[in-house]
């Protein structure tokens, strides 16, 4: 029997997040594939459709193939089948999410060591380097069929860190919370965007075009990469705290621009720093399409490294290069590697 693996040809690859498991909100590439068989109709022509449900053993893990720029040379790498069987027997498109690898920039307090373990290491990383994608089911009705075109892949990068020392406490207001001690404090501060690969934030969808490779013309799927940081509200930093005196849990938020600076409100304490706990993060985050209008998530372009632990000691916030729960690459640090708010208070 000839079968053959398609992409869908009325949905275009998009970026994404992971939907479910492990990887759930990391970056990824949608891709809507058939298996199909050729079959001769009553006229004597041949034509493609779905596999016969019938025939049984439908359900395939789908390949991944890795090859550098040049379309040839292989990518070695652990990350060679998807974790879940796809349903091949049906006229409908199957969805398939490709997780994309990740890099890292000047990224200070990262563990490099423990990334560079990971599977999803891109490696040393230079502006322009891709990556093409095919995908295959192995033994597959005595066939084992690949997709006939490419998907360039790129990298994704980590959320950006904060400025060194740019964590201000610039106001000090009123009593909100019925205790004494407690007051509430505006911050204002910097995210260090100097790293930031413009290139490698992705409009939502692909296009599909023709390319060479191997001194072949192919079809090539490739994504379409922002030319410059949008205007606007980039980013979205997230601040939380719980007071044991009162049992109190409240929560702030600000944004950072396209050039990082952010506004936020956090709790300080004034004669005594028991019971007070504060943490600010750099979380799930928008960025708009270089239309102006396209606005999707920022996750699925920003490997989701949750930053910014904090702790008020001695009347002032610390914040702690420690990294959150998503994907722990930095170390702990000690208390003398926190970098300290400054103090510009106003009563």
């Not at 290139?199 to 490779?213: F, V």
Request: proline share 3%.
């Amino acid at each position: 029997m000839q079968v053959r693996l398609v992409i869908s040809e009325s949905k275009v690859p998009t970026v994404g997040g992971y939907k479910d498991g492990l990887y759930a909100g990391n970056p990824c590439i949608n891709i809507w594939i058939k298996l199909q068989r050729n079959v001769r109709d009553a006229d004597g022509k041949d034509k493609w459709e779905a596999i016969p449900a019938e025939l049984g053993d439908t359900q395939r893990k789908i390949k991944i193939y890795e090859y550098e720029s040049d379309g040839t040379t292989k990518v070695e790498t652990e990350d060679t089948e998807t974790d879940k069987a796809i349903e091949l027997a049906t006229e409908s498109d199957c969805q398939l999410q490709i997780l994309r690898k990740f890099i890292y920039t000047a990224y200070e307090g990262l563990d490099k060591d423990k990334v560079k373990k990971d599977k999803f290491y891109w490696g040393e990383y230079t502006e322009g380097d891709f990556h093409y994608i095919k995908l295959g089911v192995e033994k597959c009705y005595g066939e084992n069929p690949t997709l006939d075109s490419y998907i360039k892949m790129l990298p994704v990068q980590f959320v950006p860190t904060f400025a060194t020392e740019s964590l201000r406490r610039t106001s000090q207001f009123s009593d909100i919370t019925g205790s004494t001690t407690v007051k509430k404090v505006d911050i204002k501060g910097s995210l260090d965007i100097e790293e930031t690969e413009v290139g490698l934030l992705l409009e939502p969808s692909y296009k599909k075009e023709t390319g060479t490779i191997g001194g072949e013309s192919v079809t090539v799927y490739a994504p379409t990469a922002l030319e410059k940081l949008p205007r606007g509200n980039l980013f979205a930093i997230t601040c939380s705290w719980h007071i044991e005196e009162t049992g109190q849990n409240n929560n702030g938020s600000g944004v950072a621009n396209e050039k990082g600076e952010f506004t936020l409100v956090d709790i300080g304490t004034t004669s005594t720093d028991i019971g007070t706990t504060s943490t600010i993060t750099i979380k799930g985050n928008t960025i708009k399409g270089s239309d102006g209008m396209t606005t999707f998530d920022g996750k699925s372009n920003f490997y989701p490294l949750e930053i910014g632990n904090t702790s008020v000691m001695s009347n002032k916030l610390y914040y702690n290069r420690h990294g959150g729960t998503s994907n722990n690459y930095v170390t702990d640090s000690g208390d003398g590697e926190y970098i300290e708010i400054k103090e510009e208070i106003t009563e």
